[in-house]
């Protein structure tokens, strides 16, 4: 072979593989038209609207192509030339295969679009035009990148509504979707994931810096697609309005609508609530320096638990209805009462120092506006309230002058009532104060209950006040007044005769006997809310009050007929539980006088309520007592036997 034959093929070679080159480096170029409704599996394609290189689109067209990678590259769109009628002739793009996939953006007019990519292998590019005005059209290329990050990927979560759970949103880059249904938006993005435990309405509370952000949501699972416009925001203020069930995951989907730095802050706000019930009482010592709390959580409402929290100390965790009390407290604070599944639904309720001049239970200027006094504990008071000389001026026996009087009331349980009395430093004179007992059907019609006067008691003293002659069920009135003005706070505790509210109105709230117990109670204030029907020999039940105690195989009797009874009584006794009583039997005639015995043999471990009222329409006072008899026959002394 000789050297021009050699040559010859080496060029012959090396023109082939230069054609082989420009075929792979130079993309194929198409015009949309040509190659409507078809998919490109290519990477880099050069695509020109239906006029090509140079010319311009016809009207009233519509064409579609998909171009696909081939591999697990997305598909990324650069835009070259573009000159279309704004508005009316508009490239769409489609992320994926088809026009149903997510909308990555629509663009018109002469103004270059940025680059747009596909979430992954294939991308969709959709021309139309209308029937008049054309222009130079499109070009644009396309190239293999690698598939950006998916936003669903960095889903960060948001632990729970309110403003101490809000987030900040930054972006100063452009996003991995090029557009939402609220807007096209190439910023950066960023999912939330929130998981309601109550089913309600929630709001989005935004604070905005001045720049567009959309907000999108859906419901149980996050993609590109399947998004539900909240709205796009520039203007803090809340927005939303969403229906929301409790237990199912929400993501929400914030979108910069630029690429520049863009700052929003939000929360999810939370539904109204309702916090539990409960009632806080107060209890100051004889010298305000201290103060007790009993917190009576009476119903859970919409909670399942609650945390007890005093003063920012969480006393109580995760519990339920109940009374829990705090001693020794030396200064005002808050008591909290919060939902253990919503920690922003509060009971709160705020407590001062001891000042017996704001007590719910301080006695009032006039007596028109006396508050009743149930003295179920020590009530305390004070004439150094302010207080000024009422309207009326009841006569009294014991000559007393007045200049700073105030009123409480109380139902008498008995004809006799006592009641102990602590007086403390009094100034200025230092002689205590002077009290009075009226009674009457108004405080325009009062007289004095003989005997009842005191004038004065001194300061720093103690003192036992008896009063007689009064009506069982009937309302008294009890004047103070600082002697010759003197300023005094003073407490008073229960002897015996005056009536308190039953904490045993209901089945469920039974006090417990034991052998040997006796009670002093009430049904005055009692009612029938839960009066059983009555047993053989029992009569039929009013208002009265409920007791329980455990059988223990011995023989029992409960009785009224004890010296602390003054009114006709009946007995009932039930076999347990309070939502199905069984009689056991009953009596309204077994005792001396107008008291009552029922006799019978328990069952050991049987629980047994006993139900006290009054026959007919009868109130009062009675004494209960629980006798038992574990003595059988076969138990006496055998002794000594001839």
């Not at 709001?203 to 993609?223: H, K, M, P, R």
């Not at 995951?249 to 910069?256: A, H, K, V």
């Not at 009743?372 to 001026?393: A, N, R, W």
């Not at 003197?486 to 229960?494: A, T, V």
Request: aromatic share 10%; with cysteine.
């Amino acid at each position: 072979m000789n050297l021009n034959k050699i040559i010859m093929k080496k060029l012959l070679l090396s023109l082939i593989v230069t054609l082989v080159s420009v075929t792979f480096v130079f993309a194929q170029n198409y015009n949309i038209d040509a190659v409507d409704g078809t998919t490109i599996t290519d990477c880099t394609i050069t695509l020109y609207d239906s006029g090509g290189n140079g010319g311009v689109y016809g009207t009233n067209e519509t064409y579609t192509v998909t171009v696909c990678s081939g591999s697990t590259d997305a598909i990324e769109i650069t835009f070259v030339d573009f000159y279309t009628e704004s508005s009316y002739d508009e490239v769409t793009i489609y992320d994926g295969t088809g026009t149903g996939g997510s909308v990555l953006g629509t663009f018109s007019g002469s103004t270059i679009p940025g680059n747009v990519t596909s979430s992954a292998t294939c991308i969709t590019i959709e021309f139309t035009s209308d029937g008049s005005v054309q222009y130079d059209g499109f070009q644009l290329t396309t190239a293999c990148v690698s598939p950006p990050p998916s936003p669903c990927d960095a889903i960060i979560p948001i632990t729970g509504c309110g403003a101490g759970n809000a987030i900040t949103f930054v972006s100063a880059t452009s996003g991995s979707w090029a557009s939402n249904p609220c807007y096209s938006s190439p910023g950066g993005e960023q999912i939330y994931s929130f998981t309601p435990t109550v089913t309600s309405t929630y709001d989005l509370e935004i604070t905005s810096d001045g720049t567009y952000v959309d907000y999108c949501y859906q419901a149980g699972s996050c993609g590109s697609g399947g998004w539900t416009c909240i709205d796009d925001v520039i203007t803090s203020g809340t927005y939303g309005g969403l229906s929301l069930t409790a237990g199912t995951t929400y993501y929400f989907y914030l979108d910069d609508e630029n690429t520049t730095s863009s700052t929003h802050s939000f929360y999810v706000t939370c539904p109204p609530c309702t916090p539990a019930n409960a009632t806080i009482t107060q209890t100051c010592a004889g010298d305000n320096s201290y103060y007790d709390l009993e917190v009576d959580i009476t119903a859970l409402v919409d909670a399942s638990s609650v945390d007890i929290i005093i003063g920012g100390t969480t006393e109580e965790t995760s519990v339920g209805v109940g009374t829990y009390t705090y001693f020794g407290i030396t200064s005002g604070t808050v008591v909290e009462i919060v939902d253990d599944s919503d920690p922003t639904c509060i009971y709160a309720e705020t407590i001062s120092m001891c000042d017996l001049c704001s007590l719910a239970s301080a006695p009032s200027d006039l007596c028109a506006d006396a508050p009743l006094i149930y003295l179920t504990q020590p009530f305390e008071g004070s004439t150094d309230c302010s207080y000024t000389v009422g309207p009326t001026y009841p006569t009294e026996s014991c000559g007393i002058s007045l200049d700073n009087d105030s009123w409480i009331t109380f139902i008498a349980g008995a004809t006799d009532v006592e009641m102990d009395y602590t007086v403390g430093d009094c100034d200025p004179i230092g002689d205590g104060i002077q009290l009075t007992v009226f009674e009457g059907a108004n405080c325009s019609s009062l007289s004095e209950v003989a005997g009842s006067c005191v004038n004065p008691t001194g300061e720093n003293t103690t003192g036992t006040w008896n009063f007689t002659g009064l009506t069982i069920g009937e309302t008294y009135y009890i004047r103070i007044d600082g002697y010759a003005g003197d300023l005094c706070d003073y407490y008073f505790e229960p002897g015996e005769g005056v009536v308190i509210t039953p904490p045993n109105n209901a089945c469920d709230d039974a006090v417990l006997l034991t052998c040997g117990d006796t009670d002093i109670a009430s049904n005055i204030l009692a009612d029938a809310v839960d009066a059983p029907a009555g047993c053989s020999g029992g009569g039929t039940p009013g208002d009265g009050v409920w007791y329980t105690f455990i059988g223990d195989g011995s023989e029992v009797t409960i009785s009224t007929d004890n010296p602390g009874t003054n009114f006709d009584t009946e007995i009932n006794v039930f076999e347990g539980p309070c939502t199905s009583v069984t009689c056991i039997g009953g009596d309204n005639d077994g005792g001396v006088g107008m008291t009552y015995s029922f006799t019978f043999t328990t069952t050991n471990g049987t629980e047994y309520f006993i139900y006290v009222d009054g026959d007919g329409t009868a109130i009062g006072q009675f004494e209960v007592s629980l006798t038992c008899n574990s003595t059988h026959p076969c138990d006496a002394d055998a002794g000594a036997w001839d």
